[in-house]
């Protein structure tokens, strides 16, 4: 029988010749197993995915694997449920869904696309976003409404794009699915197509948001530009086709889970201590609901359970964020779905497993002892008027919230390597640092105390110390990065952008000093390359990762450096050579020349300890265009792509090791699908955000 099967393989494909063909009795499986051999009319189907999900569980739950070059799988460690089970891959349309219960073999047959059409509807939202006809360098300067429709704001075409993936459109929701890149009944097919996006951008929540930032491109050419987009897809014009994964992306296993609801959205979560990842081993997953809902959500993994723990902000007067619906929209009406105070942004765990959060606990106007005429230390330096967001902390043990008021504004927050534990804040558009030190809030219980923060200054006399001869600059940090060695850095969004570095000293408020450095642009010792940082990260040895909006990912090596890194010279554009720029793999848009992709990366960061197995200090980025993780290994990429649902876009992501001994099965990678409409991507209204598990094999058949 193993015989006459091998023969019907080998006669079903020339191009693998007569040679003995793979057979599902070949693979080792075990009682939590599903395998086998994965086969189309073209024979074995190397480098596609096999989905296998059910319901049978307290909240629904996959598993996805890739094939071999043989066309073989293993989805390994399922728990006990039946599965519905297909396969998907590039070439190919969806397989005919084939019901199984762990412990069995399982061949498969894959479905070759009828044409080039329906293969291209399973290419990630990059794809097809590259056929975008961005605006051409001759149309900038912008003139406004009466000359070319670019706003005179747009000085280059450079800045048209980095606003469009790091200030609008990319930094909420992917561009390029197929609820972008169509024009449904409901809003307005019958219009003209620049009517028809005019109503699009209108709906829902964000509406109000949409309409403003269009006017920052320049409405009239922004409506232009999509239409055309979406009027040249309507009449059959594809992308091109994005290659399967190949060597160790073959090795991938991710593991999903639903959780929130359908009318939430996450911004991020977090799976242990960002310094000591055994911590929290195989406990649950926290997430930040941050303007949708007032709770955080929760997932226990092993239980395969999800759960909320409802939040309520301190002051009842603590204004609930989101705006009014403009117009109707075709998910959920003109239904205002997201109803948060507290606004919970971004979660990070300390090495005693509790739960700090940037969120609002009272309404933006600060205390008086954080403005002018206050003595604590940092307001006499750096009086704050009013703070948007402030912070919080869950225990689990107490299952208790404590709620901290801060002067600073917080946005995302990470935890020095110091005695104190502290908690290093950045404020979303504030020309400053914040932080908590922990263990005297922990000792004292002292909000005011236990509190700090300092403005960035220069040290433009390059003496080594803070005086009046410095300069205090206005860059506003959108990330906080602690480095191993004790200093901070932070990227500043913009065109071009910049990163800067803060040496905390012995007394921060005092003693502080920053660094700034330019992204190269066009800077008179460097060729165009990149602009626009958004998140970024630092690695063991002080390099910094960062995601920039020209579809690069970055590393900064300041030791790199062949000038001073201080004095009056030191301004920003002072270390060029520091700078190396990676292009990440997608295409570029079509009439864009510059070096780069349509890639937007929301954020990047580094596994410093390998949690997922390609070596510590790994580099990733978030791949919100390309459904993926891009992690950059040994300077090649290594893409982690989500086939299903189609849709991945993350804000975040951390690595936990379960356990240290347990070879693959006791690390990965963990995230969530962190885009504000979740109903966008292909399971349509009802899609929850998703929890999801990286891992990351020796083999594509390793159990």
């Excluded at 433009?460 to 206005?474: C, F, K, P, S, V």
């Excluded at 000038?563 to 793999?585: D, F, I, M, S, V």
């Excluded at 951390?654 to 991507?681: C, E, Q, Y």
């Amino acid at each position: 029988m193993r015989l006459t099967f091998a023969l019907l393989l080998c006669a079903a494909s020339l191009l693998n010749g007569c040679a003995r063909q793979p057979d599902a009795d070949d693979i080792a499986i075990d009682g939590d197993d599903i395998g086998g051999v994965v086969t189309s009319a073209n024979g074995p189907e190397a480098g596609v995915w096999v989905i296998a999900e059910t319901r049978d569980l307290p909240t629904p739950f996959a598993k996805i694997v890739v094939t071999d070059d043989q066309g073989r799988y293993v989805v390994p460690d399922l728990p006990t449920a039946l599965y519905r089970v297909w396969v998907r891959g590039y070439g190919l349309v969806d397989s005919p869904v084939v019901q199984a219960k762990p412990g069995r073999a399982l061949a498969l047959t894959a479905v070759v696309a009828p044409d080039a059409r329906a293969a291209a509807q399973y290419y990630p939202a990059g794809y097809w976003a590259s056929l975008l006809r961005i605006p051409d360098k001759t149309e900038f300067p912008g003139t406004g409404p009466q000359g070319n429709g670019v706003a005179p704001g747009m000085k280059d075409q450079g800045q048209w794009l980095a606003w469009m993936k790091n200030g609008s459109c990319y930094t909420c929701h992917q561009f390029g699915n197929k609820a972008t890149r169509e024009i449904p009944n409901e809003l307005g097919a019958l219009l003209p197509s620049t009517d028809a996006w005019v109503r699009r951008i209108q709906s829902g929540q964000a509406g109000a948001d949409m309409v403003r930032e269009l006017g920052l491109f320049g409405a009239p050419r922004a409506l232009a530009m999509f239409a055309d987009w979406t009027d040249r897809i309507a009449k059959g014009e594809l992308p091109p086709a994005p290659p399967r994964p190949q060597g160790l992306e073959r090795n991938v296993v991710i593991t999903q889970w639903h959780w929130a609801d359908e009318k939430t959205y996450l911004h991020d979560q977090v799976s242990t201590d960002r310094r000591r990842p055994t911590i929290n081993a195989n406990g649950p997953i926290y997430g930040a609901p941050e303007l949708s809902a007032d709770y955080i959500p929760v997932l226990d993994p092993v239980r395969h359970t999800p759960s909320k723990i409802p939040v309520t902000a301190r002051d009842p007067h603590t204004p609930i964020a989101p705006g009014k619906v403009l117009q109707p929209s075709r998910y959920w009406s003109d239904e205002a779905i997201w109803t948060s105070r507290m606004d919970i942004h971004n979660p990070m765990i300390d090495g005693q497993g509790r739960v700090w959060l940037t969120a609002r606990v009272r309404p933006p106007e600060n205390p008086a002892w954080c403005r002018t005429g206050s003595s604590h230390p940092s307001a006499r330096r750096f009086p704050i008027e009013s703070a948007v967001r402030h912070a919080a902390m869950y225990d689990p043990k107490t299952k208790q919230l404590t709620q901290i008021s801060t002067c600073f504004d917080t946005h995302h927050l990470m935890f020095a390597e110091d005695a104190n534990n502290t908690l290093w804040f950045n404020g979303y558009g504030s020309p400053y640092f914040g932080w908590i030190d922990t263990k005297v809030f922990d000792e004292t219980k002292d909000e005011v105390k236990a509190q700090g923060w300092t403005a960035l200054v220069l040290d433009t006399n390059g003496n080594g110390r803070r005086d009046e001869q410095d300069t205090r600059i206005a860059d506003a940090p959108y990330t906080v990065n602690p480095a191993p060695e004790g200093s901070v850095w932070g990227s500043v969004l913009g065109f071009p952008g910049a990163i800067v570095r803060l040496v905390p000293g012995p007394n921060p408020t005092e003693t502080a000093l920053a660094e700034r450095y330019e992204v190269p642009w066009q800077t008179p010792d460097a060729p165009i390359q990149g602009y626009s940082p958004r998140g970024m990260d630092v690695d063991r040895n002080g390099v910094a990762w960062v995601a920039l909006g020209s579809g690069h990912l970055a590393s900064f090596d300041r030791r790199k450096c062949r000038g001073p890194l201080n004095g009056p010279k030191a301004t920003g554009r002072h270390c060029p050579e520091g700078w190396t720029l990676y292009p990440q793999p997608l295409p570029q848009f079509q009439n864009v020349k510059d070096n780069g992709s349509v890639e937007g990366s929301y954020f990047a960061w580094v596994d410093q300890f390998d949690a997922l197995g390609l070596g510590p200090n790994t580099p990733i980025a978030t791949g919100n265009q390309s459904d993926a993780f891009l992690a950059l290994h040994e300077g090649r990429w290594v893409v982690l792509r989500v086939p299903y649902p189609m849709g991945f876009y993350t804000k975040w992501l951390d690595g936990r090791i379960d356990d240290p001994n347990g070879g693959w099965k006791g690390r990965g990678l963990w995230s969530t699908v962190s885009s504000r409409t979740p109903f966008h991507m292909e399971t349509g209204k009802g899609t929850p955000p998703i929890a999801m598990h990286f891992q990351l094999r020796p083999d594509p058949l390793a159990k």
